[in-house]
């Protein structure tokens, strides 16, 4: 009886390995992988963004709008957590993309706040922070790259004959990617504009202050 099962079960390891069953679970992995990548290159940029703000609030003490929309898309981007389970969903990802999008938007706008102050920008601690920000900006890059491959590899394979069977019977489904949409809105620079507000109208009640 015993040599019975293992034989139905070494058949059953060799159907599965030639159906593609293996193959998919590799790729499985390894878009779980590179998506644990992005998430960890957006959580050291998370973690970066509090020392810069308070190294940037000690001289651009008149740029507060700019620090606190800073500090305000870090929480929201932080405020999402995408889990591998989640990246079927493709409203998560689009969500999560966004959020990560509006915080790049601010960092970008308080970047160019700093051009406004020398001393800033030849603070040590503020170059570091920046040098780091840029890397990880860079380390974000390869990141989304790589997972774009990572994805395209499962999709590609789930969607062959006869592997997409196997995908079926399993239920293995393609997997949404980051869009090229997306990217253009995250690689737009950002509108910065620092002239004063245009005067009210005669006869206009003041606005209050704030």
Same mark, same amino acid.
């Given at each position: 009886?015993?040599?019975?099962?293992?034989?139905?079960?070494?058949?059953?390891?060799l159907?599965?390995?030639?159906?593609?069953?293996?193959?998919?679970q590799?790729?499985?992995?390894?878009v779980?992988?590179?998506?644990?990548?992005?998430?960890?290159?957006?959580?050291?940029?998370?973690?970066?963004?509090?020392?810069l703000?308070?190294?940037?609030?000690?001289?651009?003490?008149?740029?507060?709008?700019?620090?606190?929309?800073?500090?305000?898309?870090r929480?929201?981007?932080? /405020?999402?957590? !995408?889990?591998? $389970?989640m990246?079927? &969903?493709?409203?998560?990802?689009?969500? %999560?993309?966004a959020? =990560?999008?509006?915080?790049?938007?601010?960092?970008k /706008?308080?970047? !160019?706040?700093? $051009?406004?102050y020398? &001393?800033?920008?030849?603070?040590?601690? %503020?170059?570091d922070? =920046?040098?780091?920000l840029?890397?990880?900006?860079?380390?974000?890059?390869?990141?989304?790259?790589?997972?774009?491959?990572s994805?395209?590899?499962?999709?590609?394979?789930?969607?062959?004959?006869?592997?997409?069977?196997?995908?079926?019977l399993?239920?293995?489904?393609?997997?949404?990617?980051?869009?090229?949409?997306?990217?253009a809105?995250?690689?737009?620079?950002?509108?910065?504009?620092?002239?004063?507000?245009?005067?009210?109208?005669?006869?206009?009640?003041?606005?209050?202050a704030?």
């Amino acid at each position: 009886m015993r040599i019975v099962l293992s034989a139905l079960l070494m058949t059953a390891c060799l159907a599965l390995s030639g159906c593609g069953y293996n193959t998919i679970q590799t790729n499985d992995e390894a878009v779980k992988a590179a998506w644990s990548e992005v998430i960890n290159q957006y959580q050291r940029r998370a973690d970066l963004i509090p020392n810069l703000v308070n190294t940037v609030k000690g001289f651009a003490a008149q740029e507060q709008a700019v620090l606190i929309g800073v500090t305000e898309a870090r929480a929201r981007a932080t /405020s999402i957590q !995408m889990t591998p $389970e989640m990246l079927n &969903d493709p409203e998560a990802i689009r969500k %999560f993309q966004a959020a =990560q999008g509006e915080l790049t938007t601010a960092l970008k /706008s308080l970047l !160019m706040v700093t $051009e406004n102050y020398p &001393d800033l920008k030849s603070d040590q601690n %503020f170059r570091d922070l =920046q040098a780091q920000l840029e890397g990880t900006e860079n380390r974000i890059s390869v990141a989304r790259n790589r997972y774009i491959e990572s994805v395209q590899a499962f999709n590609g394979t789930i969607r062959r004959f006869p592997v997409n069977l196997t995908a079926m019977l399993f239920g293995y489904e393609v997997r949404p990617n980051f869009t090229v949409e997306n990217e253009a809105a995250i690689a737009r620079p950002p509108a910065v504009d620092f002239s004063p507000a245009p005067a009210p109208p005669a006869g206009a009640p003041a606005q209050p202050a704030t």
